[in-house]
């Protein structure tokens, strides 16, 4: 056995005239197994890069009981907001020195010193980073290492403080220790799935199409060697040996150049983080179990796909015979996959829309998976279907219709390839359409007036005096109001107030008048109609009573700012001579510039105060557009690259059947028949299959995302452009195979490859 597969290694670039094609075909199929090695690594590698992450959770657990020898460490977690940066922050002061050591750091940060992550610091660091500067209490004065860290691309930072100050705030937390709980489970969204797995699907179906295809190229050589060596004595079993040894040395140099290209892409994976999820590259370590599964079946893959396309091969001393009359397909297996899909994506109308149970998500994504293995293998019997009822037509058509009717199961393996590719790329990007649709229509459609005072700041008990003085005392701001936030309380029925003066009141909504004494009903805001106790806590005992005027002016919700729907404007004068309810002022400015860059002004006035004061904008985010950028702009690249990987395919499949046929078309060039109509009928051969995969694709993909957008209460929105182009460039991929493969054409349609040895 030893012997003929190291005979079948050294036939695989052995010289010869066809030499030159038989290292092609070793490259390409050393290629193919290199992607898909690359490919299965990380994602063998998950399951260590989940335990990783859950050892590093349980190392930053903090343990609140007390310890013998050991001095408590005062922590007071507070955060800052920018823009869509949310920085996790801990104030930290040393109870005695031993005090524990936070994870990550070598000591307990001095007052007044800050130590970020690093992402944070890259942040700081950046170009945007001027608004995030002016949050932070002081200057970066070092990194947490990986070991404070639970997630690569966390936004955090400790800030030294005194033991008084962190004793001050009532969020205090003593800690005594880190470490030695149970590592908590991660938990991962189920809806990523319905992302996540139809990615790899999509990404592994074509590039396994393409090893499988690699493997039988140069099929009429290989068995032209096959029938020398049966002549030279070798047994019929001792020749699959040769035939897998062929195969094996592809399969291994595919092995070496996936595991390079692998360690090669680890550390950029870490930089990845489509799903709110920034993981650690070198955490890319796959289980030896699974290594060597990946590394042992892959390269079977290969040998596997040289052997089974021998299966009604007959190697003679001879020559070569293959069974001429093909094996009737077994439907039976490919309506049960797709069925299994079908039904399972069914599970979403059994739910009202938007009340989708994780079980019905997960349904879902397995559902989709099944369905886009299932449209892979019901083509060729489509195809086959299709050629067989085709009649008449041009000499061209006549021809590769009649090629397809002899064999239309290689061809449609092949062209399964883009159809996964198609079918997942329009499935992804129409719901990511969907959700950026959904998300426009859902903030055009919440009232915001542009005259409202959009940056607030609020302060504890301790600092409000010396805020509201800091703030007040800042360049560049037209207008600062303050307004307290009290509660109107009758029976169950809870009623928000805003109360300050009529100038204050003015920074919230467009008062066409006001005086000391009236009152604004924001939108549809119902209007106590009797007494009511004012409140600012979830208590209602002890609060004065208060009876809304008469004369109550209703103001539109789109004349008013954000967020204040079932919220009342009340003036003091309308609350005069009652006790008011002791609460925390909210100071409201405005100032020349948009709203972001007030809210960096007012932090830069008020950052050293830390977590006493939170200084606020009731602006939406702008970064979930570029978050979805990014992901849709990830997800177009790996549809392109595997796109191509699919033409490559076919072009590879397209040169292999010329090449199989070369006497038949020397025979029929020498007969008469043009050059062109030997090019036309290779295209329409080639088209055919792919037209019929195009159109299979953009119903199965645009198909697929009504049950997911349903179980999401998502409008469907597409997008004709992208669907245009995905299958505009799978009829591209014919063009240009066609065109690479007529330089061939020409070559084996001469009189002398008629000649025989």
């Known amino acids: 056995m030893i012997a003929n597969l190291l005979l079948g290694l050294r036939l695989a670039v052995g010289g010869g005239r066809m030499s030159g094609q038989a290292l092609l075909r070793l490259a390409m199929t050393a ?78 940060p001095k007052p007044g010193e800050l130590i970020v992550s690093p992402e944070l610091a890259r942040l700081l660091a950046g170009p945007d980073g001027a608004s995030l500067r002016a949050r932070m209490p ?50 991962v969204a189920t809806s990523l799935l319905i992302a996540v797995l139809p990615v790899v699907v999509a990404l592994l179906l074509p590039l396994l199409i393409f090893v499988t295809t690699a493997s039988r190229m140069g099929a009429a050589q290989r068995d032209q060697r096959l029938a020398a060596l049966r002549l030279l004595g070798v047994d019929a079993r001792q020749i699959r040996w040769v035939a897998a040894g062929e195969s094996l040395l592809g399969a291994t140099i595919g092995l070496v150049l996936g595991v390079a290209l692998f360690l090669a892409v680890r550390p950029t994976l870490g930089s990845l983080g489509l799903f709110g999820y920034r993981v650690f590259g ?52 490919r309506w049960v996959i797709t069925g299994l899909g079908v039904l399972l994506i069914g599970t ?78 329009i499935l992804l990007q129409v719901v990511l359409n969907s959700l950026l649709a959904a998300e426009a229509t859902e903030a055009n459609t919440d009232p915001s007036w542009p005259g409202a005072a959009h940056v607030s700041v609020i302060a504890d008990e301790a600092t409000a005096a010396e805020a509201q003085q800091r703030v007040s005392s800042v360049a560049g ?76 002016v209703r103001v539109p919700a789109t004349s008013a700012a954000r967020g204040l729907e079932d919220t009342l404007l009340v003036t003091e004068g309308a609350v005069a001579g009652l006790p008011q309810p002791t609460g925390l002022p909210r100071v409201y400015v405005t100032g020349q510039g948009t709203p ?36 849709r702009a990830v997800l177009l690249t790996a549809s392109l690259f595997v796109l191509a990987v699919a033409a490559l395919s076919l072009l590879m499949l397209a040169v292999e059947q010329i090449t199989e046929r070369r006497r038949a078309l020397a025979a029929l060039a020498a007969s008469g028949v043009p050059l062109s109509v030997l090019a036309r009928s290779s295209f329409a051969q080639t088209a055919l299959p792919v037209l019929i995969g195009v159109v299979l694709a953009v119903l199965s993909g645009t198909g697929l995302t009504l049950p997911i957008l349903r179980a999401a209460d998502i409008p ?42």
């Open 348 to 425: 979403a109308y059994a739910t009202e829309p938007g009340h989708g149970s994780d079980s019905v998500l997960i349904a879902l994504t397995v559902g989709s998976v099944f369905l886009l293995v299932g449209v892979t293998v019901l083509l060729p019997w489509i195809v086959e279907g299709i050629a067989g009822r085709l009649r008449g037509g041009s000499p061209a058509w006549q021809l590769a219709v009649r090629r397809l009717q002899l064999d239309s199961g290689t061809p449609s393996r092949v062209v399964s390839g883009l159809v996964v590719v198609v079918a997942g790329s």
């Open 138 to 187: 002081a200057a970066p004065a070092g990194t947490i290492a990986k070991p404070g860290l639970v997630d690569a691309g966390e936004i955090t930072a400790w800030y030294g403080t005194t033991v008084e100050d962190a004793k001050s705030s009532p969020d205090v937390r003593t800690i005594y220790g880190y470490g030695g709980g149970q590592p908590p489970r991660l938990a």
């Open 31 to 108: 290629v193919g197994i290199g992607l898909v090695v690359a490919v299965l690594l990380p994602a063998a590698s998950v399951s260590s890069v989940v335990d990783a992450r859950e050892d590093r959770a349980a190392a930053t657990a903090e343990s609140t009981q007390p310890k013998p020898g050991v001095d408590p460490l005062y922590v007071v977690k507070w955060s800052a907001i920018q823009g869509n940066h949310f920085v996790d922050l801990r104030s930290v002061a040393a109870g005695g020195p031993h005090a524990p050591v936070p994870p990550g750091l070598n000591a307990v």
């Open 716 to 757: 469907l929105k597409l997008d004709v452009g992208l669907i245009a182009s995905m299958a505009g460039a799978a009829v591209a991929a014919v063009f240009m195979v066609t065109a690479c493969t007529i330089p061939l054409l020409r070559q084996v349609t001469k009189v002398e490859s008629l000649r025989a040895e």
């Open 282 to 333: 070198e955490d890319f370590v796959p289980p030896w179990p699974l290594a060597v599964l990946v590394l042992v079946l892959v390269p079977a893959l290969a040998v596997g796909a040289a052997l089974f396309g021998l299966r009604r091969t007959i190697v003679e001393p001879l020559g070569v015979v293959r069974q001429a009359k093909p094996v009737r397909r077994r439907m039976w297996w």
């Open 477 to 552: 701001l037209t207008r600062v109001g303050t307004i307290r936030s009290v509660s109107a309380v009758s029976g169950d029925q809870w009623t928000g107030m805003e109360v300050g003066s009529c100038a204050a009141l003015a920074m919230r909504a467009q008062l066409t008048s006001c005086v000391d004494g009236s009152v604004f009903a924001i939108g549809d805001t119902r209007v106590p109609t009797g007494p009511v106790r004012l409140t600012t806590s979830s208590s209602v005992s002890g609060g004065p009573m208060w009876t809304a005027p008469a004369d109550v």
């Open 596 to 631: 972001a860059a007030v809210a960096d002004l007012v932090a830069a006035a008020v950052s050293n105060l830390t977590w006493h004061v939170v200084v606020d904008t009731d602006e939406r985010p702008s970064a979930p557009a570029g978050v979805l950028a990014t992901i």
